[in-house]
């Protein structure tokens, strides 16, 4: 089993860097931290409010692309990942040797997958990256973001990417859609040793679904990344002032406590398809689909 210690980053693919970094620090709020220009890439990190050592990535690649690029892992020793990804026949990229290295996550017989970029512990920060003088944000201008909540991906079989997750890394499935739920999709949720970010598979039910839609058009890859904001009302007002398209507006209540959540069009957010959501009581937003698991054994 791959040992994890905590979710590092999470990183976007983009036609215009300049760009997104804007929207990322003017109207979610992120600080820019880093500059960085290696292996084909050019990008900014930038730290996320609410989430101290989880950082987002703003990179343009030199052979083009949009979308979630990878979520990157930091493990207590890298060789041995390396070695259990070699064991289980996983291909394994080398980034920066003793560093940093990349592979997908998925089973073998569903390569290629959501890429994974996994770093040791004596990995400073990504290669070639150096430090930007910045500017702290002016939240009042934001959305508000306090936290990312979780990454979403898309494969065929929920329980087939869990099991496999499970028993690889040591993921743990703590939600889940009972079977019926939706007409067209069931997920699951599952949590990441020593991070806050959790990791939500994605699957379609059913014929016509937009989940197989996407499975056919980008593979099993990532869908969408998910953040809170610390102010429902507040963060409507900003989109409807910065012209942020959005869609799926719902809201609920759980217990007696209510949630709210919508998307934001990937066009906006440079091929990435994210979605806000906020909640009066810790926990009640996830319940309002999801059940616990059945124990099995």
């Known amino acids: 089993m791959i040992r994890t210690y905590r979710i590092d980053h999470i990183a976007q693919v983009v036609d215009n860097h300049d760009a997104q970094v ?3 620090t003017d109207v979610f709020g992120f600080t820019a931290t880093h500059s960085w220009h290696g292996n084909g890439f050019r990008g900014t990190r930038l730290a996320v409010p609410g989430n101290r050592g ?3 990535v703003v990179m343009h690649a030199e052979d083009g692309g949009t979308g979630i690029h990878h979520v990157a892992i930091e493990v207590p020793d890298l060789a041995a990942a390396q070695a259990e990804l070699g064991r289980r026949g996983v291909g394994v990229e080398i980034l920066e040797e003793g560093r940093w290295i990349a592979a997908s996550l998925s089973p073998p017989a569903h390569q290629p997958g959501l890429p994974v970029w996994i770093r040791g512990p004596q990995a400073p920060g990504l290669p070639g990256e150096s430090p930007l003088r910045t500017e702290t944000p002016h939240p009042e201008g934001t959305v508000g973001i306090t936290a990312i909540n979780h990454v979403c991906q898309a494969f065929a079989d929920r329980d087939e990417l869990s099991s496999w997750l499970t028993d690889l890394a040591g993921f743990v499935e703590v939600w889940r859609t009972p079977d019926g ?3 067209d999709m069931a997920d699951l949720v599952l ?3 020593g991070s806050e970010i959790y990791w939500e598979i994605m699957s379609p039910v059913g014929d016509g679904s937009f989940v ?3 499975l056919g058009r980008q593979g099993p890859v990532g869908h969408h990344v998910t953040f809170e904001v610390a102010d429902w009302e507040h963060a409507l007002t900003v989109c409807e002032q910065r012209e942020v398209p959005i869609f799926g507006v719902e809201e609920g209540f759980v217990d007696d406590a209510r949630w709210k959540h919508l998307f934001i069009r990937p066009q906006y ?4 398809l994210v979605q806000l959501f906020w909640e009066s009581r810790p926990g ?3 319940r309002s689909k999801h059940v616990a698991p059945v124990e099995k054994g």
Do not use: K, L, N
């Not at 957010?269 to 990435?272: E, R, Y």
């Open 22 to 24: 804007e929207v990322m």
């Open 54 to 56: 989880h950082s987002w």
């Open 181 to 183: 739920t939706y007409p």
């Open 191 to 193: 949590s990441i040793p």
């Open 212 to 214: 197989e839609r996407f």
């Open 269 to 272: 957010t440079a091929g990435t």
């Open 284 to 286: 009640v937003w996830v």
